[in-house]
């Protein structure tokens, strides 16, 4: 999607770290700066029927 809008095909709804490297060299602007939510983390899923794995029990108090 973010090359489409590079090749000038559209607009790209992306996060912004997946486009920085293009605003930063000015391929690409951010046209909703002042209209998205600020994105402050990101989720971790996994099947709360099996037993947590110990590595994922190590894991999670890190996060």
């Known amino acids: 999607m973010i090359e489409a809008a590079v090749d000038g095909l559209g607009v790209a709804y992306v996060l912004e770290h997946e486009a920085a490297a293009h605003i930063a060299t000015e391929r690409l602007v951010s046209i909703l700066e002042n209209q998205t939510p600020p ?16 590595l994922l029990t190590a894991f999670l108090p890190r996060l």
């Open 39 to 54: 994105f402050f983390c990101f989720l971790l899923a996994y099947p709360s029927r099996k037993q947590v794995s110990s």
